[in-house]
C-alpha cells in the first residue's frame, strides 16, 4: 500500500513557511510523504545545464529549496517531494487537494477588504476543494514531534 500524500502549498512568504512545518509534522505524525508544492505561471522549461545566473525559476526553486530545509532541520527522515508546477496556484492547489489526502495553506487573515483587493487564493481554494484543507497562520506551525 502507498504511503498518503499531504501537500504543502508554498509561495514565499512566511505563512506559507508555517504550512509547510505543520504539513511536516502532520505527514511525520501519520508516516505520509510530504509533497511541497509550488505553482507559477511564468515557470519556464530549460535545459537540465542551465547556468545558475541564467537559471529563469531561480525564486521558485529557492522557495522550495527553503521549506525544504527548514522541513529536513525539522523531520530529517521524512519524505519529500518538491514540486514545481507552472500554472496558476488555485488550479495547482485544487488538483493538488484531489491527489492528497491533505492540502495545507498559508493564510494571512487578509481583512475582507484586502481580500478582494489583493485576491486570497487560499479562501477560494478551501471553498473549493475536493478534499480537506488546512489554514496555518505564521507563528502557527503547530506542535513539535521529535524526530526519531
Do not use: C, K, Y
Amino acid at each position: 500500500m502507498e504511503p498518503e500524500t499531504i501537500t504543502a502549498g508554498l509561495d514565499g512568504s512566511t505563512e506559507g513557511l508555517a504550512a509547510a512545518l505543520w504539513a511536516a509534522d502532520e505527514a511525520h505524525r501519520r508516516g505520509a510523504v510530504l509533497r511541497l508544492l509550488h505553482a507559477w505561471i511564468m515557470l519556464a522549461a530549460q535545459a537540465p545545464d542551465t547556468a545558475p545566473e541564467r537559471d529563469q525559476n531561480v525564486f521558485a526553486r529557492e522557495v522550495v529549496r527553503e521549506a525544504t530545509d527548514a522541513v529536513r532541520e525539522r523531520h530529517p527522515q521524512l519524505s519529500v517531494i518538491e514540486d514545481l508546477v507552472g500554472d496558476e496556484p488555485e488550479p495547482a492547489l485544487l488538483r493538488a487537494s484531489a491527489e492528497s489526502r491533505l492540502l495545507v495553506l498559508g493564510s494571512r487573515a487578509l481583512t475582507t477588504w484586502e481580500s478582494f483587493v489583493l485576491g486570497d487564493v487560499s479562501l477560494s481554494v478551501v471553498a473549493r476543494a475536493p478534499g480537506p484543507v488546512v489554514l496555518v497562520r505564521a507563528g502557527a506551525a503547530g506542535p513539535q514531534h521529535a524526530a526519531p
